[in-house]
């Protein structure tokens, strides 16, 4: 499911997979991502913990892999824009995930990037 969110972080259909993973197996679901060492592992804990209505950690989660792979439009999920996300994320979360992002020394400086990043920005923007 996180080749296919990289492949189009916008498609809703992987996030409904990972929904319904959940719903089956919960326990075998929330072990999976418990402690994430892998970039399936963040792009699928940062929707889980969106479901939870985890929102920092979503956050942080998502600014991981967005600092790790900038050249993906990561912030484009749908879950990103939703408004129960933009209204309880934290300042503090997206001040931590915004430290992910640039945890890793890539080159954030290029147009795709930029664009990739005005999701973050417009989240930051709203007062959130």
């Known amino acids: 499911m996180a080749r296919a969110i990289a492949d189009e972080p916008a498609a ?3 996030y409904e997979v990972i929904a319904d993973l959940r719903r089956q197996s919960p326990m075998e679901v929330a072990d999976a991502v ?3 060492t892998g970039l399936w592992q963040f792009v699928a804990g940062s929707y889980l913990c969106f479901l939870d209505g985890d929102m920092d950690q979503a956050a942080r989660r998502l600014g991981s892999v967005t ?3 900038p050249g993906t439009a990561w912030a ?3 879950w990103f824009s939703d408004e129960r996300f933009l209204t309880t ?3 503090t979360g997206l001040a931590d995930a915004t430290v992910n992002i640039t945890d890793y020394g890539t080159d954030l400086d290029n147009d795709a990037v930029r664009e990739h990043l005005l999701p973050w920005l417009r989240a930051l923007l709203t007062g959130r």
Do not use: I, T
Request: net charge neutral; proline share 27%.
């Open 67 to 69: 600092g790790y792979r």
């Open 12 to 14: 809703p259909e992987p």
């Open 89 to 91: 994320v934290s300042a």
């Open 76 to 78: 484009a999920a749908p």
């Open 34 to 36: 418990a402690a994430p």
